[in-house]
């Protein structure tokens, strides 16, 4: 695997393949057992965007490989004054192992990708969150055991989430139900390829969708970027979160998930979110072996 800019670009058994090395990596991790696999490789993050989980589990993942990382701001960069991408990529290249990238525009990162020589890692963009979804999948899969026919429900925003959850979820076989409002769908061409390629559906509905779900997933009405838009979209978004009637018309063992940051009493309530904490926080925990897996098979395999 050369890069990781997006799910789209991985198959089935390479995301399976991820997600069995990310399981081993955690059993090693949970055990002691040390795994110096990138030693004396140094992996630049670069961020345009906040972030918690996204940096410190990509610093971590990294130390415990035996590897060094350097947190890059983009206000710090000269990117920030202007320095184009193509020069940017291409004198990183002689520096380091490979790059994590979270910026606005995903065409940045497939740049970075285009002009660079090393490894490209998606961090983040408005378009999709691979990291992330990677973190998702083998939390339901710790959980649930299986991904063929299990159904998975996101309920807000058709937004980075939405979109990577629609890919890696189709492409494991589970059926896919995203409730969001009018306007706010996900991207039109990833729900086109999701029709063609699994079983899908995008409704306002949000009780039709959660119907006999075994996951649930939600994410903040107003992402990173949009801060203007955050109060007419708690208008919009109103009736699109994770509650008990939600949570009644779901399977009963269903999980919920929440990529977090998560906003109480906006996308979910207090109550589900603290009676579902334990699945939410081995998901942000799992943010680190699945990283780990990733940042293998780029800068190693
Ligand atoms: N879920 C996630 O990517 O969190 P951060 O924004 O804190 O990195
Ligand atoms: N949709 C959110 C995800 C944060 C991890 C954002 O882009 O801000």
């Known amino acids: ?20 090395t990310a399981d081993q990596l955690k059993f090693e991790k ?13 992996l630049g993050l670069i961020f345009a965007k906040s972030s918690t989980r996204t940096r410190v589990s990509f610093e971590v993942a990294m130390y415990d490989l035996g ?21 940017t990529a291409r004198v990183l290249s002689r520096y380091l192992d490979g790059i994590m990238i979270r910026t606005f525009d995903q065409a940045e990162v497939e740049a970075l990708a285009k002009f660079g020589t090393i490894p490209i890692i998606n961090g983040l963009t408005d378009y999709c969150h691979p990291c992330q979804v990677l973190a998702d999948l083998m939390t339901i899969r710790e959980y649930k055991g299986t991904f063929k026919g299990r159904k998975l429900c996101y309920v807000g925003d058709g937004n980075n ?6 890919v ?3 492409k494991l076989g589970m059926e896919v139900a995203v409730a969001c409002p009018k306007g706010y769908e996900p991207d039109a061409e990833i729900m086109k390829w999701a029709a063609a390629n699994g079983k899908f559906t995008c ?29 007419q979209r ?10 008990d009637k939600v949570m009644n018309v779901a399977k009963s063992d269903a999980m919920v998930l929440h990529c977090l940051p998560a906003h109480r009493e906006e996308e979910i309530t207090s109550k589900v979110f603290e009676e579902h904490s334990k699945e939410i926080f081995d998901e942000a925990e799992n943010r680190l072996h699945a990283q780990k897996a990733v940042l293998v098979k780029c800068l190693r395999d």
């Open 203 to 231: 409704d306002e509905d949000v009780l039709k969708c959660a119907a006999d779900a075994d996951v649930l997933y939600t994410d903040v009405w107003a992402s990173m970027g949009q801060e203007q838009e955050a109060e």
């Open 30 to 42: 949970k055990n002691g057992i040390p795994h110096k696999l990138l030693e004396g490789k140094s």
């Open 67 to 87: 590897g060094n990382s350097l947190f890059l701001s983009s206000r710090d960069l000269q990117i920030g004054r202007g320095e184009v991408v193509q020069d």
């Open 234 to 243: 708690k208008k919009v978004f109103k009736n699109y979160q994770i509650n």
């Open 1 to 20: 695997m050369k890069n990781l800019l997006k799910l789209m670009d991985l198959s089935e058994r390479e995301i399976i393949e991820i997600l069995n």
């Open 161 to 166: 989430m939405t979109n990577s959850l629609i």
């Open 168 to 170: 890696g979820g189709i």
